[in-house]
DNA sequence: TCTTCGATTGTCT
DNA sequence: GACAATCGAAGAA
């Protein structure tokens, strides 16, 4: 049961929140690879000075003005790929960063894409991830309610407030206060 | 266990 | 030409 685009059209900490606890799947010729959303990032607007969207609209953050439910995928660091959903209307820039799953679907596909490595590592951080489900570019500006594309999410498990932890942002260290000790993360306690 | 640092390239000024 | 919403190896303690 993929989630409906209304789910997109809220404040962007509130999507960022209840992302925890479902299903992000990426459909690899008909497999399906993928797993439970443990921990998720807001980046809200233009005036928020951690998000990319801050110098404005450019051809790299355009995504990020379509309308919610989309997926924002981009390149950093030289090697890195990163997976947003974007939130709110058309026009204002909003996305949640993807950091981290419990992959659930898949596993043998995973294992491949990061061999060598711990369980508890295979997805723990925003560049494994997409790294696990061989999420690229090719993906920016997919359609996450679309019941026919190769990337959604899915209704899953309720989190309750007692399991979430919340915390500033991550790798964000030359973003000026405010935006720096935003609470703007959540990370749900496994168990 | 903790800290430092190199990898590597697209994007923006 | 600078630097990035990161990762993992290597070295110190």
């Known amino acids: 049961m ?3 685009r209304d789910f997109y059209f809220r404040p962007v900490q509130s999507v960022a929140r209840d992302l925890l606890g479902k299903r992000l799947t990426h459909l690899i010729s008909g497999q399906r ?4 959303i443990v921990e998720a990032e807001a980046y809200d607007g233009e005036q928020d000075l951690a998000c990319h969207a801050r110098v404005g ?6 995504v990020m003005y379509s309308q919610g439910g989309h997926a924002y995928v981009y390149f950093t660091y030289g090697m890195h790929w990163m997976l947003n959903c974007v939130t709110g209307e058309t026009g204002y820039p909003s996305a949640v960063l993807i950091r981290a799953i419990a992959p659930t679907d898949g596993l043998e596909f995973i294992s491949v894409q990061r061999p060598n ?6 997805c ?3 560049a494994k991830l997409t790294k696990a489900l061989a999420i690229t570019g090719e993906l920016n500006g997919s359609d996450l309610c ?6 959604f999410i899915e209704q899953g498990e309720a989190i309750s407030d007692n399991n979430i932890r919340i915390t500033p942002r991550i790798g ?3 973003t000026p206060e405010p935006w720096l000790s935003k609470p703007w993360r959540f990370v749900a306690t496994l168990s």
Request: proline share 10%.
């Open 172 to 174: 964000i260290q030359t």
């Open 2 to 4: 993929i989630l409906p």
């Open 33 to 36: 690879v993928g797993g439970i």
């Open 57 to 62: 609209k450019t051809e790299r953050n355009k």
């Open 124 to 126: 723990n951080g925003p």
């Open 146 to 151: 679309d019941p026919d594309g190769a990337l």
């Open 117 to 122: 490595v711990q369980e508890k590592q295979l």
